[in-house]
Nanobody
Framework: QVQLVESGGGLVQAGGSLRLSCAAS????????MGWFQQAPGKKREFVAG????????YYTDSVKGRFTISRDNAKNTVYLQMNSLNPEDTAVYYC????????????????????WGQGTQVTVSS
């Protein structure tokens, strides 16, 4: 089992920034590709960003490219999502997720591909 705990959400004005963190425990963190997803009220959970187990490759949905940055620190068992230039459309609950991956595997973008999930952290962007 992998336990994931997100933190860093909150209320921010449009144009502001937040940094989400996701702390992992339970298994060898560096064996897992990690992803961030968002879920707005009434909408399905959607891929935001992903990172391979070693951190060498990152993936983003088009709407956040140039504004969000995913990173990880395998020594601290933590993955981050730096969110800049936030706008009200970014308002959602943000979840981190882990997927066991072999070296070189790309990070999937579909929620069903992930094995473990955190409880989510609310991000609200006011206009």
């Amino acid at each position: 089992q992998v336990q994931l705990v997100e933190s860093g959400g909150g209320l921010v004005q449009a144009g502001g920034s937040l940094r989400l963190s996701c702390a992992a425990s339970g298994r060898t963190f560096s064996n897992y590709a990690m992803g961030w997803f968002q879920q707005a009220p009434g909408k399905k959970r959607e891929f935001v960003a992903g990172i391979t187990r070693g951190g060498g490759s990152t993936y983003y949905t088009d709407s956040v490219k140039g504004r969000f940055t995913i990173s990880r620190d395998n020594a601290k068992n933590t993955v981050y999502l730096q969110m800049n230039s936030l706008n009200p459309e970014d308002t959602a609950v943000y979840y981190c997720a882990a997927r066991y991956a072999l070296i070189g595997n790309p990070t999937p973008t579909t929620p069903t591909a992930y094995d473990y999930w955190g409880q989510g952290t609310q991000v609200t962007v006011s206009s």
